[in-house]
């Protein structure tokens, strides 16, 4: 900044009085009496027009050096007379050397045209210009700039020109950034698979992308000139209207579902995320999305369904059932059947784990519970129910998601009563196969001592008639009696 100048105190009349006493004692009484003081306030007046032109001067100086912008003077061929240090900053010259140059130096040849006609507008209009220009640097680089200039004026006569250039880097950087987030913005709004729509606060439609023409059947062209009461259906209007009414009250954010009517007749079940557009602060319409929902709802309603089916099937099931934690063994869910079957309540069951109702010479096969993976049969375990019976179970068990969670499904077959007819049945058959290990022994006796008596009939038969045929002194007689 330039160093401002020591203030000097400003003429006073007693001084200008003083310095024209010599004067005034040389002037003729007339003069001297009536005009003096006249004199003394045209020369007071002098001095201080001279002192304000040199406080103007400075301050001229001050902004001159000290401005923001670049700030130049040149003649009317061209050739700088005058820049300042912004300008310097600017072009990456030294002043000296931008002294040394004309106007014609620092901008490309394809602009000339554009600087003559500026010139010649200004000696034609005396009127300030601006233009746009590119200002060529030291380096080589091109610097776009705005000009602003007029005529400076000497007893009249134009004898050059004052001008400033502001760099427009950031502004044309600011304008491209804007024009690209323009284009992504319309790419996104024209490629959208959802529909994108604006309407004002009546619901004349401002706007509508390719996909709102796919999913209402009208053309842009058509949309544009129609009203959202057009397309949404009757029963649904109260909604659609409620809506809009609470944009134009403020800044709302909504998501509603509601159905439209196509331009061929087809109904669609779309849901709507809107909020209110604002100018000044003042609503002036609504930007929303609308998806189709149809299908979804559709999926849904069949899976609704689906789970409704399977709930049913789990509850009424005839066979104890229950879903359970494989990290923790909490019961999450148990059938009406477990219920009964068991003697515990619902709550009882939620409220413990499977392990619980193990007996303990299971509590080592308990880890394998939370080892199962897919359909799989766990075997005969040991179960005890609320009022200490114990039970023979087969469990048969399933991995699911259930509320978020890995879980497993369990079914339970009680297999006591089955269990009690198997032994009852072994120990029948132990019996039938006794009786007849006993009947096939009497069996086998009978028959041997049948065979037996057989031979001592034949060996009794031929001792008779040997002992007929011996002497009554034989010897051999003893022997054959006995």
């Known amino acids: 900044m330039t160093r401002p100048e020591e203030k000097k105190q400003e003429p006073s009349r007693e001084n200008v009085k003083r310095s024209l006493q010599p004067t005034k004692a040389k002037l003729p009484l007339r003069i001297a009496n009536n005009d003096a003081e006249e004199i003394q306030d045209a020369f007071l007046a002098l001095i201080r027009e001279q002192d304000s032109l040199r406080k103007s001067e400075i ?18 061929s061209g050739s700088y007379l005058m820049v300042n240090k912004a300008g310097e900053d600017l072009l990456g010259y030294s002043r000296e050397e931008i002294l040394g140059k004309t106007v014609f130096d620092v901008v490309p040849h394809s602009q000339f045209e554009q600087i003559g006609e500026s010139l010649k507008q200004k000696l034609a209009d005396h009127a300030q210009t601006i233009y746009e220009v590119d200002a060529i640097r030291k380096d080589g680089t091109r610097v776009p700039v705005e000009v602003s200039s007029r005529l400076v004026y000497e007893n009249g006569i134009p004898v050059g020109v004052q001008g400033t250039a502001r760099d427009l880097s950031e502004r044309r950087n600011a304008e491209v950034a804007v024009r690209e987030s323009e284009e992504r913005f319309r ?19 401002t706007s509508l992308n390719a996909a709102g023409e796919l999913l209402t059947e009208f053309t842009r062209a058509e949309a544009l000139k129609s009203n959202f ?48 557009l604002f100018e000044g602060g003042k609503a002036i319409g609504v930007q929303g999305s609308a998806r189709d929902i149809t299908a979804r709802k559709r999926h ?4 609704r369904t689906s ?15 229950w879903v359970y934690d494989l990290k923790t063994l909490a019961f999450l869910a148990v059938n009406e059947a477990a219920v009964k079957h068991y003697g515990y309540s619902h709550d009882r069951f939620l409220s413990t784990t499977v392990d619980a109702i193990h007996l303990h010479a299971d509590v080592p096969l308990i880890a394998e519970l939370k080892k199962i993976d897919g359909l799989c049969q766990l075997g005969e375990w040991l179960h005890r129910k609320s009022d200490g019976e114990t039970i023979n179970v087969e469990l048969t068990a399933n991995v699911i998601d259930f509320a978020n969670r890995k879980a497993g499904l369990v079914l339970v077959n009680d297999v006591t009563e089955h269990k009690k007819a198997q032994r009852a049945l072994y120990n029948s058959q132990m019996q039938l196969q006794q009786s007849q290990k006993l009947e096939a022994i009497g069996q086998l006796a009978g028959g041997v001592a049948h065979d037996f008596n057989n031979l001592l009939t034949a060996i009794g038969g031929y001792s008779d008639l040997t002992l007929r045929r011996l002497p009554e002194d034989d010897p051999l007689r003893i022997n054959l009696i006995e």
């Not at 996104?188 to 619901?203: I, K, P, Q, S």
């Open 307 to 321: 789970e409704e089916q399977y709930r049913s099937l789990f509850e009424s099931n005839p066979q104890p059932m």
């Open 300 to 303: 849904e309603d069949a899976l």
């Open 59 to 76: 301050l001229y100086r001050d902004f001159f050096e000290n401005n923001k912008d670049a700030m130049y003077v040149h003649d009317l």
């Open 229 to 276: 009461t057009r397309v949404v259906a009757p029963e649904y209007l109260p909604v659609a209207k409620k809506m809009l009414t609470q944009k134009a009250s403020g800044d709302v954010a909504t998501a509603y579902e509601l159905e439209i009517i196509s331009k061929g007749g087809r109904r669609v079940l779309i849901e709507i995320s809107s909020r209110t």
């Open 187 to 205: 790419n996104l709004f024209e490629n959208a698979r959802d529909t994108v729509f604006t309407c004002d606060l009546e619901g004349n439609f």
